[in-house]
Every structure is written in structure tokens, then in C-alpha cells.
């Protein structure tokens, strides 16, 4: 069976009328000096200083800022009341490559997303290939005992682009429905996704 690894290279989030995304940029030869971040909020780049602490707020929707954990290629990202997301551009090395067949060439040290999320509100029809984990009445399907178990296909989750809301189990409708049963106050788990064991693609646990 041929190995299909997933990394994350770009994330997009919409809420209300306002789209934000975070990027890892391509680079050949890594340098952690060197910031490979692109965040952009409303299609504008955010241009962040490149100290730890440096901070960015929106003029349009001040629920929303990025905050730098270090000087360079890690971020938080909040949106007020509704989540929590940390950001980090790591690259695939050298030896990584090696021992588990990735292919990376001295052109492309692949440098991709380790994310980490936190919840502060969700819909209790909150769906999608991690969101299905936070419904009330979520039971799994996959099975574990399969080689490479998987929660869902490519009919259900594919979108047109990085903001498209046109897949099968979308539920975005641009507003907030405020009659609709939320978790809202709960103490929903954290979700953290990285780059796993040696790199191994893409972990993410609650």
C-alpha cells in the first residue's frame, strides 16, 4: 500500500463576514531565523514584528489578534469567544526524510503547519473530518483496526478553495444563528495537531 502522508500547509477560518488565514511559506533550506509565516485577514497580508510578544489587532473586528510566541515562525491566533489557534512552521528534515521515505529534496525542505486548537463555542451540529469528534452524539465509525483508518472521504470534506463553504457537510452560513443550541461555557478539550513521531504526518488529539 502506498504511504499518503498529510501535512497542513495553509488553514483558512471564516466567521461573520471575515475571512483570516495562515500560511507556511516554501523554502528550500530552513533557517529558524527566518519567519515563514503569511497571515492574511480580509485578503490583506498582517505584517507582525519580528520579536517574541509582537502583537497585531484588527481595526474592523477587534475580537481578532495575532500574538507571536517567539520571534519567528509561531503565532496565537484568537478570535474573541470563539477560539484559540497556535501556529508553527517546522520544516521535514534531513533525516526525517530518510527514514521514512518522504522524498524532500534540498529545493523544498517542505516546510508545513503544526497547529494546536481550542474551542470556546461550537454548534452542536458542528461536523467535518476533526469537528464531527465535538458532537454530543458522536459515536466513530473508523475502524481501528484498519492499516490506515480514516473518518471520512473525499465526496464529503473536498472544497473548491481555501474559503470555499461548498462541500457536502458544510454548515457555515456567514452569521452567527444565535437560536441555535451551542456548546457555548463548556469546557470543550483542546485539539492538538503536529507533526507527530518523527514527523510523521499529521496527529491530532483531544
Known amino acids: 500500500m502506498k504511504r499518503d502522508f498529510t501535512w497542513v500547509q495553509s488553514i483558512g477560518i471564516l466567521f461573520g463576514k471575515h475571512q ?3 500560511g507556511a511559506l516554501k ?3 530552513w533557517d529558524d531565523a527566518v519567519d515563514r509565516l503569511f497571515i492574511t485577514f480580509d485578503g490583506e497580508p498582517i505584517i507582525l514584528q519580528e ?3 509582537a502583537r497585531w489587532q484588527s481595526n474592523n473586528a477587534p475580537s481578532v489578534f495575532v500574538v ?8 496565537m491566533v484568537e478570535i474573541d469567544r470563539m477560539l484559540r489557534i497556535t501556529a508553527k512552521v517546522v520544516p521535514i528534515t534531513a533525516e526525517e526524510s530518510r527514514i521514512h521515505n518522504y ?8 516546510a508545513h503547519l503544526e497547529l494546536r486548537f481550542k474551542f470556546f463555542s461550537l454548534s452542536n451540529e458542528v461536523t467535518g473530518v476533526l469537528g464531527q469528534t465535538y458532537r454530543p452524539d458522536y459515536t466513530s465509525r473508523v475502524n481501528v483496526g484498519a ?5 471520512g472521504g473525499e465526496r464529503d470534506f473536498k472544497t473548491s478553495n481555501l474559503f470555499a463553504t461548498d462541500c457536502v457537510v458544510a454548515r457555515f452560513n ?3 444563528n444565535k437560536d441555535e443550541d451551542t456548546l457555548e461555557g463548556l469546557d470543550l478539550p483542546s485539539l ?3 507533526s507527530g513521531i518523527n514527523g510523521q504526518g499529521v496527529v491530532c488529539k483531544k
Do not use: A, Q, W, Y
Not at 507571536?68 to 503565532?75: E, F, M, S
Not at 492499516?147 to 473518518?151: A, V, Y
Open 51 to 53: 520579536s517574541k510578544g
Open 27 to 29: 523554502t528550500d533550506t
Open 68 to 75: 507571536r510566541g517567539v520571534d519567528t515562525n509561531n503565532i
Open 20 to 22: 483570516l488565514s495562515i
Open 147 to 151: 492499516k490506515m483508518p480514516i473518518m
Open 192 to 194: 492538538s495537531c503536529g
Open 174 to 176: 456567514g452569521i452567527n
Open 103 to 110: 522524498g524532500i529534496t534540498k529545493e523544498d525542505t517542505f
